[in-house]
């Protein structure tokens, strides 16, 4: 081996450290010994380092001492050394030690697996650990522990040993500390007798890989510091510090941000980790929370509070605030900081000047001694010297109006504490877990100067201020504009803008935004979004817009459009330019539905789709003067039909696929710009009721308030010939979930012009009327927007009708409206039904969700019994049979004359976009949606199958 003086001559004092007039940095000497780990040193300054065939000794000024031949095993250690310099090596068959003049004190044939090991020194033992085993040898050689009766007091069999970290610390007392995967950390006595178990209060999110589970170093206070990374979620936990307890932890980037964690990490004198990753070191503050990050390795801490860093091609030292004194060219990041100041290692042996001793407690960096002892000289202390406190925060931010506003702070938090966003001078709100503060839609009022105020255990720390100013964002010309696609002989496509700066687009062929569809406050578009072909996701092409007052300039592919024609808001026969959207009319089993634009020179785009209705042309050519007219389309599931297309100058289109001669594929849809007006403006529910779990009770959602008109009849309904009916009902209103609003025991019971008022409210509602004197219940009351529930009860079960009634108001204000109703009974013979009356009061057919629900209910009901296979039929006024359903997510598949369906996917959406709680996929729950028209309606809930039970039934009108 060659070796190559530097000119500068190191000059020893007697305190080892050596002084010499080199700039910090500067390489001193070099030679080609290739490392395969960073050197250990021992005490009298002899640098020991390995590469894949020798264990070699050098010198500090770079001379070499003696050589060994020794095979490195696949995953080489640095290599411990003890107080007499004597070095403890593994290859891949054997456990060996060398004398300081390096001859072979001993051998031993490895009593273990060939996994990769880490040897620990404590005091005059040896500890040897693999991925499932552990070992202490005497220094000798001589095997102390596990002997051939066991495991010493681990309290672990040698044939199912637990999983370990491969690293040992020991602590200033001598005991030595093993993290198994589970957590729990392992202290032993030297004789191998288990002191104690430092365990966690909570297990759950430690992983079974003792790949993932870290022993990373010991606190300040004595605390064992391990790191876990299962799952994508990494965490920090410091353990109690002498015994059981709960551990304090904090969550910290992990393998989801691209980190792979080595095993080891410093902790510096006031409890800051340096942890290892594959990007460079990742600090955490002492039981606080913030993180840094930098892009080299830590590998040292110096005397005053520095940190020694590699990053592959140079060092760096940085002080104690962190930041960089100096850089300087050094290939490699195997490195080991010597007592005498200088760094050693690299790609090949070399020194390195640095001007800083390391830190002479070893406590504080139980994994960065050069000796690596791993082992801790200097007692605890409870007395935490902390780290400064810092939080690092943007001067400006500029938010608009309307549109999402955030920042964040980047705190570096030692000893925990709380967190708090003050604007003003005033708290706002908690900082996120991201340490941000954010609006969904900013206002000037929102302007201001923001600070995030830390309370901690070192007192109250606050941010520079954030200034945050709020302005209009720029102006834009809304409405229609069209252009065309360079795309063969070009595809026509609709722009629309909205006062809001939405950008609805659609081409004839078919091209349409399918993610986030508006401006940006520069009134830009995209932002990271696209326009895609709707058949086809993978053939994405970018839109990009850019809008002002003036119109709009736009470019496809990075090809420019020019700038885009405005267009007229109307056709000529005074149809709205603009989209469309629909369902079928009556029982919606598929997904036939309009998904349609109008185009200035009467172009409808993107007409039809669905199961059996589907238009194969992309687009029909209409005559922009005409609100009605017949075409013929090509359908795919037939050669062509012709169809009525009309439309109303409100927004309103209609298609009849059987032309003027009508047809069973009839859909109605609605302009963007329009507002349906459909409301359940009454109900009835007619069960058996009762006490307890007998008890009637009916749910409804109100969405304009307004006065209702609630009863209960019992006696009033003999006058019809039910039979049985109840005789003493009792009706109450509550707001849910539960809190009390009124009640009434006899409508009578009430004052004079009560009556009068309740008698008039049912005769304008169109309810029958209750006999004077009678034992049916009523409440008329104005209801607010909310959730209700009213509940009718009686000692005695009999048929219980509940009825709700939504009034309009005198003075021409919007009528009461609820848009969810529901009723709750049970029933207890198989032939009992309930029998509820709907009226939908609405200008156009309007999608309902109706459920029948039985073994959905059983979640929320516990031990209540409940009817198993529920059916559900929906009458007309008429009396005649509309449609039906049973067991909700079977496929859909009519029989001949039969009505029952399960509508699986339009049932799951629809309930999804009305907010009702999901159905279990197979269960016998009943539910269907159908697009109604307004009218009077009878629905039947029984059950199919003869069970009896609790039952539920909803009516949801279903958002568009």
Same mark, same amino acid.
């Given at each position: 081996?060659?070796?190559?003086?530097?000119?500068?001559?190191?000059?020893?004092?007697?305190?080892?450290?050596?002084?010499?007039?080199?700039?910090?940095?500067?390489?001193?000497?070099?030679?080609?010994?290739?490392?395969?780990?960073?050197?250990?040193?021992?005490?009298?300054?002899?640098?020991?380092?390995?590469?894949?065939?020798?264990?070699?000794?050098?010198?500090?000024?770079?001379?070499?001492?003696?050589?060994?031949?020794?095979?490195?095993?696949?995953?080489?250690?640095?290599?411990?050394?003890?107080?007499?310099?004597?070095?403890?090596?593994?290859?891949?068959?054997?456990?060996?030690?060398?004398?300081?003049?390096?001859?072979?004190?001993?051998?031993?044939?490895?009593?273990?697996?060939?996994?990769?090991?880490?040897?620990?020194?404590?005091?005059?033992?040896?500890?040897?650990?693999?991925?499932?085993?552990?070992?202490?040898?005497?220094?000798?050689?001589?095997?102390?522990?596990?002997?051939?009766?066991?495991?010493?007091?681990?309290?672990?069999?040698?044939?199912?040993?637990?999983?370990?970290?491969?690293?040992?610390?020991?602590?200033?007392?001598?005991?030595?500390?093993?993290?198994?995967?589970?957590?729990?950390?392992?202290?032993?006595?030297?004789?191998?007798?288990?002191?104690?178990?430092?365990?966690?209060?909570?297990?759950?999110?430690?992983?079974?890989?003792?790949?993932?589970?870290?022993?990373?170093?010991?606190?300040?206070?004595?605390?064992?510091?391990?790191?876990?990374?299962?799952?994508?979620?990494?965490?920090?936990?410091?353990?109690?510090?002498?015994?059981?307890?709960?551990?304090?932890?904090?969550?910290?980037?992990?393998?989801?941000?691209?980190?792979?964690?080595?095993?080891?990490?410093?902790?510096?004198?006031?409890?800051?980790?340096?942890?290892?990753?594959?990007?460079?070191?990742?600090?955490?503050?002492?039981?606080?929370?913030?993180?840094?990050?930098?892009?080299?390795?830590?590998?040292?801490?110096?005397?005053?509070?520095?940190?020694?860093?590699?990053?592959?091609?140079?060092?760096?030292?940085?002080?104690?605030?962190?930041?960089?004194?100096?850089?300087?060219?050094?290939?490699?990041?195997?490195?080991?900081?010597?007592?005498?100041?200088?760094?050693?290692?690299?790609?090949?042996?070399?020194?390195?000047?640095?001007?800083?001793?390391?830190?002479?407690?070893?406590?504080?960096?139980?994994?960065?001694?050069?000796?690596?002892?791993?082992?801790?000289?200097?007692?605890?202390?409870?007395?935490?010297?902390?780290?400064?406190?810092?939080?690092?925060?943007?001067?400006?931010?500029?938010?608009?109006?309307?549109?999402?506003?955030?920042?964040?702070?980047?705190?570096?938090?030692?000893?925990?504490?709380?967190?708090?966003?003050?604007?003003?001078?005033?708290?706002?709100?908690?900082?996120?877990?991201?340490?941000?503060?954010?609006?969904?839609?900013?206002?000037?009022?929102?302007?201001?100067?923001?600070?995030?105020?830390?309370?901690?255990?070192?007192?109250?720390?606050?941010?520079?201020?954030?200034?945050?100013?709020?302005?209009?964002?720029?102006?834009?010309?809304?409405?229609?504009?069209?252009?065309?696609?360079?795309?063969?002989?070009?595809?026509?496509?609709?722009?629309?803008?909205?006062?809001?700066?939405?950008?609805?687009?659609?081409?004839?062929?078919?091209?349409?935004?399918?993610?986030?569809?508006?401006?940006?406050?520069?009134?830009?578009?995209?932002?990271?979004?696209?326009?895609?072909?709707?058949?086809?996701?993978?053939?994405?092409?970018?839109?990009?817009?850019?809008?002002?007052?003036?119109?709009?300039?736009?470019?496809?592919?990075?090809?420019?459009?020019?700038?885009?024609?405005?267009?007229?808001?109307?056709?000529?026969?005074?149809?709205?330019?603009?989209?469309?959207?629909?369902?079928?009319?009556?029982?919606?089993?598929?997904?036939?539905?309009?998904?349609?634009?109008?185009?200035?020179?009467?172009?409808?785009?993107?007409?039809?789709?669905?199961?059996?209705?589907?238009?194969?042309?992309?687009?029909?050519?209409?005559?922009?003067?005409?609100?009605?007219?017949?075409?013929?389309?090509?359908?795919?599931?037939?050669?062509?039909?012709?169809?009525?297309?009309?439309?109303?100058?409100?927004?309103?289109?209609?298609?009849?696929?059987?032309?003027?001669?009508?047809?069973?594929?009839?859909?109605?849809?609605?302009?963007?710009?329009?507002?349906? +007006? *459909?409301?359940?403006? @009454? /109900? !009835?529910? &007619?069960?058996?009721?009762?006490?307890? #779990?007998?008890?009637? %009770?009916? $749910?409804?959602?109100?969405?304009?308030?307004?006065?209702?008109?609630?009863?209960?009849?019992?006696?009033?309904?003999?006058?019809?010939?039910?039979?049985?009916?109840?005789?003493?009902?009792?009706?109450?209103?509550?707001?849910?979930?539960?809190?009390?609003?009124?009640?009434?025991?006899?409508?009578?019971?009430?004052?004079?012009?009560?009556?009068?008022?309740?008698?008039?409210?049912?005769?304008?509602?169109?309810?029958?009327?209750?006999?004077?004197?009678?034992?049916?219940?009523?409440?008329?009351?104005?209801?607010?927007?909310?959730?209700?529930?009213?509940?009718?009860?009686?000692?005695?079960?009999?048929?219980?009708?509940?009825?709700?009634?939504?009034?309009?108001?005198?003075?021409?204000?919007? +009528? *009461?409206?609820?848009? @969810? /109703? !529901?009723? &709750?009974?049970?029933?207890?013979?198989? #032939?009992?039904?309930? %029998?509820? $009356?709907?009226?939908?009061?609405?200008?156009?057919?309007?999608?309902?969700?109706?459920?029948?629900?039985?073994?959905?209910?059983?979640?929320?009901?516990?031990?209540?019994?409940?009817?198993?296979?529920?059916?559900?039929?929906?009458?007309?006024?008429?009396?005649?049979?509309?449609?039906?359903?049973?067991?909700?997510?079977?496929?859909?598949?009519?029989?001949?004359?039969?009505?029952?369906?399960?509508?699986?996917?339009?049932?799951?959406?629809?309930?999804?976009?009305?907010?009702?709680?999901?159905?279990?996929?197979?269960?016998?729950?009943?539910?269907?949606?159908?697009?109604?028209?307004?009218?009077?309606?009878?629905?039947?809930?029984?059950?199919?199958?003869?069970?009896?039970?609790?039952?539920?039934?909803?009516?949801?009108?279903?958002?568009?």
């Amino acid at each position: 081996m060659r070796l190559y003086e530097a000119l500068l001559v190191c000059i020893l004092t007697t305190s080892a450290f050596a002084q010499t007039s080199a700039e910090p940095g500067t390489c001193l000497w070099t030679s080609d010994l290739v490392l395969v780990t960073a050197p250990s040193i021992t005490p009298d300054g002899i640098i020991l380092a390995r590469s894949a065939n020798s264990l070699v000794a050098v010198s500090s000024d770079g001379n070499e001492l003696w050589r060994a031949g020794i095979v490195a095993p696949n995953r080489p250690q640095r290599l411990p050394v003890d107080e007499d310099g004597n070095v403890y090596v593994t290859t891949p068959t054997e456990l060996r030690s060398y004398s300081p003049t390096g001859s072979l004190r001993w051998s031993r044939a490895m009593p273990f697996s060939s996994s990769p090991c880490c040897l620990s020194l404590a005091d005059d033992l040896l500890i040897v650990l693999t991925s499932s085993s552990r070992y202490a040898f005497r220094l000798d050689g001589s095997l102390l522990w596990p002997s051939s009766t066991g495991n010493a007091g681990l309290g672990e069999s040698d044939t199912n040993p637990p999983t370990w970290s491969p690293l040992a610390i020991v602590d200033h007392d001598g005991l030595i500390r093993i993290v198994q995967s589970t957590g729990q950390v392992h202290v032993l006595e030297p004789t191998g007798h288990l002191v104690r178990r430092d365990e966690f209060a909570d297990h759950t999110r430690w992983g079974e890989s003792a790949s993932v589970t870290r022993q990373v170093g010991l606190g300040p206070r004595g605390e064992s510091i391990v790191l876990n990374d299962e799952d994508g979620e990494s965490m920090i936990r410091w353990t109690e510090p002498f015994g059981i307890g709960t551990a304090y932890s904090v969550i910290v980037p992990g393998s989801e941000a691209g980190d792979e964690w080595t095993s080891y990490g410093l902790v510096s004198a006031s409890g800051e980790l340096f942890l290892a990753t594959n990007r460079g070191t990742l600090l955490v503050p002492y039981r606080g929370f913030g993180f840094r990050r930098w892009p080299e390795t830590a590998f040292a801490l110096t005397a005053d509070g520095g940190v020694v860093c590699a990053d592959g091609a140079q060092l760096t030292l940085r002080n104690a605030a962190h930041t960089v004194v100096w850089r300087a060219p050094a290939p490699g990041t195997f490195f080991t900081l010597g007592a005498d100041g200088r760094v050693y290692g690299g790609i090949t042996l070399s020194a390195y000047h640095i001007g800083q001793p390391p830190a002479a407690d070893s406590w504080a960096q139980p994994n960065g001694d050069a000796a690596q002892r791993n082992r801790a000289t200097v007692p605890p202390t409870s007395d935490v010297q902390f780290a400064a406190s810092t939080i690092e925060t943007p001067a400006s931010v500029t938010w608009y109006e309307s549109y999402p506003g955030s920042f964040a702070a980047a705190p570096y938090i030692n000893g925990g504490g709380t967190l708090t966003w003050i604007k003003d001078d005033v708290e706002v709100a908690p900082a996120a877990a991201d340490f941000s503060f954010a609006v969904a839609a900013a206002t000037p009022g929102d302007a201001g100067e923001y600070r995030l105020q830390a309370t901690t255990a070192q007192g109250t720390i606050l941010s520079p201020p954030i200034k945050v100013a709020v302005t209009a964002p720029s102006p834009i010309q809304p409405g229609f504009y069209t252009g065309t696609l360079p795309l063969g002989s070009g595809d026509k496509f609709l722009l629309e803008l909205t006062p809001d700066r939405t950008v609805r687009f659609l081409s004839v062929s078919g091209w349409k935004i399918t993610q986030h569809n508006r401006l940006d406050p520069a009134g830009i578009f995209p932002w990271d979004t696209g326009i895609i072909w709707s058949s086809d996701p993978s053939e994405a092409t970018p839109l990009t817009l850019h809008c002002d007052a003036t119109g709009v300039a736009a470019s496809w592919g990075g090809q420019p459009l020019g700038p885009l024609t405005f267009a007229p808001a109307r056709l000529p026969s005074g149809a709205r330019v603009g989209w469309y959207r629909g369902t079928r009319e009556g029982l919606i089993v598929d997904s036939a539905k309009i998904d349609a634009a109008l185009f200035p020179d009467g172009t409808l785009a993107g007409l039809l789709s669905g199961r059996g209705v589907g238009v194969a042309a992309p687009a029909v050519d209409l005559n922009p003067a005409l609100l009605e007219q017949q075409v013929e389309v090509p359908l795919y599931s037939s050669a062509s039909k012709y169809a009525l297309i009309s439309f109303t100058p409100e927004g309103v289109l209609r298609v009849n696929l059987g032309g003027r001669g009508g047809g069973k594929d009839s859909l109605v849809a609605v302009h963007s710009s329009y507002t349906r +007006a *459909a409301r359940l403006s @009454n /109900l !009835s529910a &007619r069960a058996v009721g009762g006490s307890g #779990d007998r008890a009637v %009770i009916a $749910g409804f959602v109100v969405a304009t308030g307004g006065s209702f008109l609630l009863r209960g009849a019992g006696p009033a309904l003999a006058a019809y010939g039910v039979p049985n009916p109840s005789l003493h009902p009792t009706l109450t209103l509550r707001h849910s979930p539960d809190v009390f609003l009124a009640s009434n025991t006899g409508w009578s019971n009430n004052a004079a012009n009560e009556i009068t008022r309740l008698a008039t409210s049912a005769s304008e509602a169109g309810a029958f009327p209750f006999a004077a004197g009678s034992a049916d219940c009523a409440l008329l009351l104005p209801i607010p927007p909310g959730v209700y529930t009213i509940t009718i009860t009686d000692q005695t079960e009999g048929e219980t009708l509940a009825e709700i009634y939504g009034l309009a108001s005198p003075d021409g204000a919007p +009528a *009461a409206q609820a848009v @969810n /109703l !529901s009723i &709750r009974g049970a029933l207890s013979r198989p #032939d009992e039904r309930l %029998i509820i $009356g709907l009226v939908l009061k609405s200008d156009l057919p309007q999608p309902i969700l109706l459920r029948g629900v039985g073994p959905g209910l059983a979640r929320f009901l516990g031990a209540v019994p409940v009817c198993q296979n529920p059916r559900l039929r929906v009458f007309d006024a008429g009396g005649n049979l509309m449609a039906g359903s049973d067991d909700w997510s079977t496929s859909w598949d009519p029989p001949p004359g039969g009505m029952v369906s399960s509508q699986q996917v339009s049932v799951a959406d629809a309930a999804l976009q009305a907010g009702a709680f999901a159905l279990n996929n197979g269960s016998h729950d009943a539910a269907l949606v159908y697009n109604l028209a307004a009218g009077v309606y009878t629905v039947h809930l029984e059950s199919k199958d003869g069970s009896t039970g609790a039952v539920l039934f909803e009516a949801y009108v279903v958002p568009d």
